[in-house]
């Protein structure tokens, strides 16, 4: 493809992106235009030379309306749902050195299942039939968090008759009221913090409350707080495995309010998902690795103590309330053929405990 072939609008590029089902695309200033499949981010035509910094500006005017280019121009960046006929998508526009970068998270407005998922469903729809307490989905970015919180919102609202309130940033999946009413907010847009929203849920007579990320400390202290008062509240976390959330939901606290956090977290939380998504072997599609940690009688002990670092051992004999370790659910998954030998170790927690079992 030659210079003079670069495409004239945004929406051009989501739709290939949508049609070679793509998680991410990205116009970057200086690099062609590339995309994200399978986890794997490459260009979308090897011969595609650089884009030039007029040509992602002339990109970016194509999509932004008059007031979000001034905040692209005043604060250096933005993001937002942004939805065409082609779809939604989270839009991020930054302004860097060179010049303008958009990335573009493609959403499928297709709401999953839990089971299309490849989520234990005797071991999860005990979590979401709770009438309060914490549910927490954890991963790292691109790991299918929303998606699984979708999914879990979802059944919620076929399977109860509640009030429903989702707090995002932005606003990916659109939930149709079913057997609950359900209420959508998008910081910046209807409230200006998860924080600020937080504490107006709670005058807002909601049963079930979603948050799409628990940032700060007034955030996770304010859920903590719902989760407490009767309110089933989910939310996600940038963490890797159970422990590592904890451990990042106690720190967040002064160390003077601990000791009572550990008990407000002991006695509320229900469950944290932790999840991966592996390449197939098969190079067909990325697969979902899972830990699932349901808070026992065993598991608050150790909270209460402050000895997460025993979790992964209570995990291990948990299995019959259907909880599963992270490097148990690659095992499973490499022994099955599904993902690779090497993906299984590189992702594992245990890296040697992984090795023999691979060796064995």
């Given at each position: 493809?030659?210079?003079?072939?670069?495409?004239?609008?945004?929406?051009?590029?989501?739709?290939?992106?949508?049609?070679?089902?793509?998680?991410?695309?990205?116009?970057?200033?200086?690099?062609?235009?590339?995309?994200?499949?399978?986890?794997?981010?490459?260009?979308?035509?090897?011969?595609?030379?650089?884009?030039?910094?007029?040509q992602t500006e002339r990109?970016?005017?194509?999509?932004?309306?008059?007031?979000?280019?001034?905040?692209?121009?005043?604060?250096?960046?933005?993001?937002?749902?942004?939805?065409?006929?082609?779809?939604?998508?989270?839009?991020?526009?930054?302004?860097?050195?060179?010049?303008?970068?958009?990335?573009?998270?493609?959403?499928d407005t297709t709401i999953r299942s839990i089971e299309d998922i490849g989520l234990p469903l005797d071991s999860i729809l005990p979590l979401t039939r709770y009438q309060n307490g914490l549910i927490l989905v954890t991963g790292a970015v691109g790991s299918g968090k929303s998606t699984t919180l979708a999914a879990l919102v979802d059944f919620i609202n076929r399977d109860r008759e509640d009030h429903i309130l989702t707090l995002e940033d932005p606003i990916e999946y659109v939930f149709e009221s079913k057997g609950c009413q359900v209420n959508q907010r998008e910081v910046r847009t209807h409230t200006e913090s998860f924080s600020k929203a937080l504490r107006g849920a709670l005058r807002e007579d909601p049963d079930v409350i979603m948050v799409g990320e628990m940032r700060?400390?007034?955030?996770?202290?304010?859920?903590?707080?719902?989760?407490?008062?009767?309110?089933?509240?989910?939310?996600?976390?940038?963490?890797?495995?159970?422990?590592?959330?904890?451990?990042?939901?106690?720190?967040?606290?002064?160390?003077?309010?601990?000791?009572?956090?550990?008990?407000?977290?002991?006695?509320?939380?229900?469950?944290?998902?932790?999840?991966?998504?592996?390449?197939?072997?098969?190079?067909?599609?990325?697969?979902?690795?899972?830990?699932?940690?349901?808070?026992?009688?065993?598991?608050a002990n150790c909270i209460r103590e402050g000895k997460t670092f025993m979790i992964p051992g209570v995990m291990q004999t948990g299995k019959n309330?259907?909880?599963?370790?992270?490097?148990?659910?690659?095992?499973?998954?490499?022994s099955q053929g599904i993902i690779s030998r090497e993906d299984a170790l590189y992702r594992a927690e245990d890296k040697n405990q992984m090795r023999s079992y691979l060796q064995s």
């Open positions: 493809m030659s210079e003079h072939q670069v495409l004239d609008h945004v929406d051009q590029y989501l739709q290939l992106g949508r049609e070679y089902n793509c998680s991410d695309l990205h116009l970057p200033t200086a690099y062609p235009p590339a995309w994200r499949r399978f986890g794997q981010l490459a260009p979308i035509w090897p011969d595609h030379p650089p884009l030039t910094p007029e990109l970016a005017r194509s999509f932004l309306n008059d007031e979000e280019w001034n905040i692209v121009e005043t604060k250096g960046d933005i993001d937002f749902a942004y939805a065409n006929s082609e779809g939604r998508f989270r839009a991020s526009v930054v302004k860097q050195r060179l010049g303008y970068d958009m990335v573009f998270r493609i959403i700060d400390l007034e955030t996770i202290q304010l859920a903590l707080t719902a989760a407490e008062t009767g309110h089933l509240v989910l939310g996600t976390l940038h963490t890797g495995n159970a422990p590592r959330t904890l451990d990042r939901v106690l720190d967040v606290f002064p160390t003077d309010q601990r000791d009572q956090i550990r008990i407000m977290v002991s006695e509320s939380l229900r469950g944290i998902l932790s999840q991966q998504l592996v390449p197939r072997m098969d190079g067909s599609g990325r697969v979902l690795a899972l830990e699932l940690l349901v808070n026992t009688a065993a598991v309330v259907g909880m599963i370790t992270m490097d148990e659910s690659l095992r499973r998954l490499c």
